[in-house]
Each structure stands twice: as C-alpha cells, then as structure tokens.
C-alpha cells in the first residue's frame, strides 16, 4: 500500500542533521532531535509529525507499507509491494521486509545532487538499503550523499539492518578546477538482532596537460558517520554519546576511504599545482555482544611540472574514528595510509617551512611549495583497537602503530618528510572558510583572512594556528576571540604578492589534547580549504575606464582607444563623444571606489602612463561621459579588475585590451 502524505524541500539536509546529531558528533547547538518515537503502528498523521520533528517537509513523501516493501528500479515480483517513488518512507509488517535501492538519477536519487535518502522501519524483520553511486565519467564538480536511518524492533535475533553504501568518482581533464564531496550518514537502531554496515568511498582525479603555463587545482572532501546501537521505548534518539543505549545484538561496520590525486605538467614552465583532500570518519558503536569494525584511509597525491616557477601545493588532513561500548571482546581497527609527492624537473633552491612543535603552530616562510600533512588516530572501546598509521612525504616515511582499549594521536607534517607526533584526541570537527572566492585586492602586501569554525567548544583567541600559503610563500595566522554564538574565529597575516592571480590555501593542523593537558577541551579536528586570489595594481595617477555595460566577468573589453567610444556602449546613456580614448585623468575619489565622478581632457592630453603597472590593473566603470569644450567628464559607478594583453602603447594606436576577471562588489 502507497500513500503520498503531502516535493520535499530540505529532507537531505534535515534527515542530515539529525544523523549528524544522533551519531554522537554535534553538528551544532540547532541541531534538530524528534519528539517522539517513528514505529511501524504510527499513523501517517504520526509520520508527518516525526518528520516535522526533525526538520522535514512531508509533503510529497510516500510512505509505503506491507509485508514485502521495494522501492527501487526493478521490482523483484509481484508479491512485492514497489513503487519509483523518489522520496519513501518504508514501513514492513511483523515479520517483513524492507528494500530500497538507490543509483544515480533512479529511485530515491536526485539526479542533479546525487543525494540519495533511505528510512526503513521494520518488526522482527528486515531492513536492506543500498546506496549505489558511481560516476566513472564525473564532472569536473560533483557531490554524492548517502543517508540512511535503518530502525528494527521486538526482540528477535533475526531482525536485520543491512547497508551497502558505494560512493566513486572518477574525474579526468587537462586543467583547471577538479571537486569532488562524497557524504555518507548511516543511522541503525535495532535490539536484539545484527546491524551490518559496508561503506566504500573512492576518489581518482586526473589532471595533465602539455601546455608551457599550468593552472590545475585539485579538492576531495569524503566523509562518513556511522551509528549502531540499541532501541529505547518512546526514543529514537539512542546513539547519543553521552548516554546511548546497547542493543544486545551484533554490530558490525566495514569502511574504506580511497583518493587518488594526481596533476601533470610536464612542459609547464610557470603556475601552479593545487591539491587538497580531506578524510575524515566516526563511527559508533554500542552493543553488550560483539562489535567489529575495520577503517580503512588510503590517500595518495602527486604533482610534477618542468619548473622551475610552478608553485606546487598538496594539503591532506585526515582523521579517523571510534567510540564503541561494551562488550570486552569488541574489536576495531584503523589503518591510515598517506603519500604526498611533488617534483620540479628544473627545481628552485627554496627555505623549507619548519615542522610545526609539539604545540602545533610553529611555522617559517618563505616557502616555494608547501606540503601539509595531519594524520589524527582517535579510538576509544571497551575491547581492544589496533591502529596502524604510514606516512610518505617525498619519500621519507613515518611509522606508528597502537594497540589498546584507547588510542589518541597525532601526526602533523611539515615539508619533505618532516613529522612531528603528539599524543590526544580530537573529537570536534572544524571547518575553514575564506571570505569569498575569487579575493581581490590591491596592491602589497596582501592581508588573508580565513575563519576556523568549530562543531562546538569554540577555539581560544590567540591559540589557534592556521597557515596560509600563495604564491609560494606561507605565513602564519592566529585567531581571534571567537565569536559567542558561533564559536567562529578569524585569523589573518599577509603575504607579499605580486600583481597576479593565485590559488589559495588554508590549512589548520588540529589541536589534539590530554585530560592533563587541557581537561576542559574535547580537542579540535585539522581542516583545510582554499580559494583564489586577484593582486591587482592601480595607477598612480588617474585611471582607465571601461563602460558599465561591458563590466561583467569574462568579457573581452577596451580600456585604452581611438575607437573606445564604439567598443564602450553605455546601459542607459547616449555613446560617448569620440574624443575618449579611456584615459580619465582626475578622479574626485581614488579606486577602488563605487562612487566618484572624472575628468579629462579631450585628445591625447594628459597622456596615460608609458606601462601599464602590471598585468591586472583596476579600471573605473564608468556610466557615461558628456563634453564641455575640450572637457570631458562623467560618473564613475564602480570597478573592475582587467587581466591586460599585450600591445598597450600610450598611443590611441596602441590598444589597451583585455579580460574583467571579476567585478568589485558595491
């Protein structure tokens, strides 16, 4: 039997959240928790409530029940109860089953997201889901979302939550921008049967070109959170770290994490190779029978160019994973793998950037190629956790293995295998984020500024350390007081940039404690991103100009003519006289500005400067330009930042052309 209760607007990112918070991992103090139990004897009318509770719409959702439930694309008979259904709660009678099956743009999908959503409730039964997601021919930019919540009642050692959940993305290309975010949260509650989990996340990104100037960035984030535990009467908010609840059947989770980066220039004499890839798992275990689970984080990535000015960055902080309760015989185990290599044919003599301390945060610069690395091993359980963690930079490998009821570790990497160890866990995931993306800014040196937001337990002022790295030189910031509600805390410092355009990074290590070293802190988890940066130059004198109906990104425009009246046509004013050539001479306000007004005088006179004062220069974007005798003049409405040819000559001959890389915000 089907019945529609209500599109669903925000089921993803609601049922999200509350996984989020169910797992133990507070998303944040707004987190959404139900108000009462979903079982399989609750009403519609009850559905629609739970689903309120948590943060979902209901309309449009199907809520299907019976003793044999699929959805998916092939229906397996005709004894089964199917549907195509794109949004399905699942609902199977005493002794019953439950099938959903989710692959890219079929049931349960949404294919423009690749976001599949999963709720099964059974009674001495079974819960199957499969989350099937695999792109071999991925777009330059994906994200592929898994959430389950699986939930089995009464009793029986039969009752079953099974879980398949397979995430890979396979991206190929020359250069430019290559993302990619896999997200799985899988919730199963159950009392006395077996909760069963298998998770694969896989990343391969390829980038080359033959090209003499290389622009290749590269970002993977891949995240999962699994939760395993017992039912409580009228809750269904039971994997709660502070005070789950056992079941008293067998858990059991399987979880791999795969990336592969790789950039290739080999004719590429100058620009840059970017890459970041993120890894991070929890799990959650709690059962008084026996818990299994094994984790796995491979991670690999390489940059090669000829050099010797390509500015080479690779950042890749991972962390991994456990609380598991209670049985003396539970097992976990982590295996942690990372390799980072970078070569220049024709390499610079560079000043390496110091292995952070044992406080995380000591850094030095300048550095031509920056090479971060943070490797967290959390592990607490009542049985035994062995945790093996294998390290290569350019070669040098680090080595550590634990084994024990409770294992906390850190290890943060400099630059060519330079590592530094410190024992502590972190429980607290962060998250980095620059202002905007492109960043513009004029002249050096240039400030950056990044915000380090914490889950919860916001950072200290002062304490926190990230690193910021462009152009080949990285600097070292430290946050400021955080704010109240948030807990978010910016940290800035400058660095001094050329006129040009440049991919920035960020990259904070984490800060891994003991109960003896800081009691009062559950430790904060490493983080990185990255944006780009536009250095552009203003004249000393005056300005060029280009109209507002060409200031738009990507536009071909002419700042510097005899013919800039033709090339500059205006959104509302009548063509400017063919006097201007785009110089204006006199400003009422210098640029950057949103508001000022010009003039100039008609003809070559004042002349432009000789040279252009590097190859991105602001411009004024202008709205129209009247004359009086030999003056012109005219409103000034904003700026835009121009990315020169070659060719300008202060002679109207001499065209000053180029491409608006971005437009300043007024």
Known sequence: MLRRIGGVAGIATALAAFLFAAGGVTAGSGAARPSAALTVRSSDQAVARYLRSIGVDPKGVVVQRGKRNYAGPRCPGKRWNCTRATRVVQVAATHGTNTF????????????TSTCVIVQLAVSGQNVATCDLQRFDAPAS???????????????????????????????????????????????????????LNLQQEV?????????????????????????????????????????????????????????????????????????????????????????????????????????????????PGLCCSRQGTNPSDRFTIDQTVTQSKTLTNAPAFAALSAPTASFGSASGPQSSPQFNAVFTNCQTSGTC??????????????????????????????????????????????????????????????????????????????????????????????????????????????????????????????????????????????????????????????????????????????WSSQWSQANPFSAAPSAPNEMKGFAAALSAPLPTCSATFTTDTGNSPPPPDTLPGDIVAVAVVSGVTKSGSTLSGSIVGTAVVDTNPGYSPAPGGAGTGKVLAVLPC
Request: with cysteine; aromatic share 4%; charged share 10%.
């Open 101 to 112: 099956v989710c692959s890219p743009a079929s049931t349960g999908t949404d294919p423009s």
């Open 142 to 196: 994906i994200s592929q979302t898994c959430l389950i919540y699986q939930k089995n009642a009464l009793g029986k050692k039969t009752n079953k939550n099974i879980a398949v959940v397979t995430q890979v993305a396979e991206q190929q290309g020359a250069g430019g921008l290559q993302e990619t975010t896999q997200t799985a949260r899988v919730k199963q509650t159950n009392d006395a049967g077996p909760n069963n």
């Open 204 to 316: 391969i990104q390829s980038l080359s070109t033959s090209a003499a100037t290389v622009g290749q960035e590269q970002r993977s984030t891949q995240e999962y959170e699994i939760a395993q535990c017992g039912l409580l009467t009228g809750v269904d908010d039971t994997c709660d770290f502070e005070s789950p609840v056992a079941m008293s059947g067998s858990a059991s989770s399987v979880a791999s994490q795969s990336l592969t980066q790789r950039a290739s220039a080999p004719n590429a004499t100058t620009g840059s190779q970017t890459q970041i890839g993120t890894a991070r798992g929890e799990v959650d275990q709690w059962t008084t029978s026996n818990a299994t689970s094994s984790n796995t984080q491979e991670k690999s990535q390489s940059e090669s160019a000829l050099g010797p000015d390509v500015i080479q960055t690779q950042i890749d």
């Open 386 to 559: 062995n945790a093996a963690v294998r390290l290569t930079q350019q070669g040098v490998t680090t080595l550590q293995s634990f084994s024990g009821p409770s294992v906390g570790n850190a290890v943060v990497c400099g630059v060519n295998g330079a590592c530094q160890a410190q024992a502590g866990t972190a429980t607290v995931p962060t998250a980095l984020a620059f202002p905007d993306d492109p960043i513009l800014t004029g002249g050096s040196p240039a400030t950056l500024s990044v915000t380090l937001t914490p889950a919860q337990s916001p950072p200290d002022a002062g304490r926190e350390t990230v690193l910021i790295s462009a152009g080949g030189e990285t600097c070292q910031a430290t946050t400021g007081s955080p704010d109240p509600v948030t807990g978010a805390a910016v940290a800035s410092c400058s660095l001094n940039l050329a006129p040009g355009a440049y991919v920035a990074t960020a990259f904070y290590p984490g800060h891994p404690v003991t109960s003896a070293s800081d009691p009062k802190s559950p430790g904060l988890q490493p983080s990185a991103a990255s944006t780009h940066v536009i250095v552009f130059s203003v004249l000393d004198q005056g300005a060029f100009a280009i109209s507002d109906l060409k200031a738009a990104v990507g536009n071909d425009v002419t700042f």
